[in-house]
């Protein structure tokens, strides 16, 4: 296979994905990072790509998740609009929301601007009908 293709950039990113949950979720957050900091060229190789938008959300949740746990916030809020901007994928509101609820979870230190976030993830989560999400975040906005 072509190692420039789409098709094995994408199979790299998704990879690459899994890898980073699976350090993450096992306790690895710094390999987590450091696992996905190493795919990141192959994201901007797809990102034009709407066919791929789930790949590049999975990726990205995970890259925020990572980045934030490792105390590089820049990363985690960047991959976090990231995926506020997806669109045209079916799934859109469902990636923005979650997207918002990173960018206010990276925002941590700053408490204004991540219930700011928080309030933006629970309108949204309200707005498309995600319930369990809805009331998740509902505890961060007391």
Same mark, same amino acid.
Do not use: C, P
């Given at each position: 296979?072509?190692?420039?293709?789409? $098709? !094995?950039?994408?199979?790299?990113?998704? +990879?690459?994905?899994?890898?980073?949950?699976?350090?993450? $979720? /096992?306790? &690895?957050?710094? =390999?987590?990072?450091?696992?996905?900091?190493?795919a990141i060229e192959h *994201? !901007?190789? +797809? +990102?034009? /790509?709407?066919?791929? $938008? /789930?790949? =590049?959300?999975?990726?990205? $949740?995970?890259?925020?998740?990572?980045?934030? %746990?490792?105390?590089?916030?820049?990363?985690?809020? &960047?991959?976090? @609009? *990231?995926?506020?901007?997806?669109?045209? !994928?079916?799934? &859109?509101?469902? /990636?923005?929301? @979650?997207?918002?609820?990173?960018?206010?979870?990276?925002?941590?230190?700053? %408490?204004?601007?991540? =219930?700011?976030?928080?309030? =933006?993830?629970?309108?949204?989560?309200?707005?498309?009908?995600?319930?369990?999400?809805?009331?998740?975040?509902? &505890?961060?906005?007391?």
């Open positions: 296979m072509n190692e420039n293709s789409k $098709t !094995s950039t994408m199979i790299n990113l998704h +990879i690459a994905t899994m890898l980073g949950e699976h350090y993450y $979720t /096992y306790g &690895d957050a710094a =390999k987590s990072f450091e696992t996905l900091s190493a *994201l !901007s190789q +797809i +990102i034009k /790509y709407n066919y791929l $938008t /789930y790949h =590049k959300a999975m990726f990205l $949740t995970q890259y925020s998740i990572s980045a934030n %746990a490792v105390g590089n916030v820049t990363e985690a809020r &960047d991959g976090a @609009n *990231l995926l506020t901007e997806i669109k045209n !994928s079916g799934y &859109d509101e469902w /990636y923005q929301t @979650n997207g918002y609820l990173l960018q206010a979870q990276a925002w941590g230190q700053d %408490a204004a601007k991540a =219930k700011e976030f928080y309030q =933006k993830a629970h309108d949204m989560a309200a707005e498309n009908g995600f319930e369990d999400l809805k009331n998740s975040i509902a &505890d961060n906005l007391k």
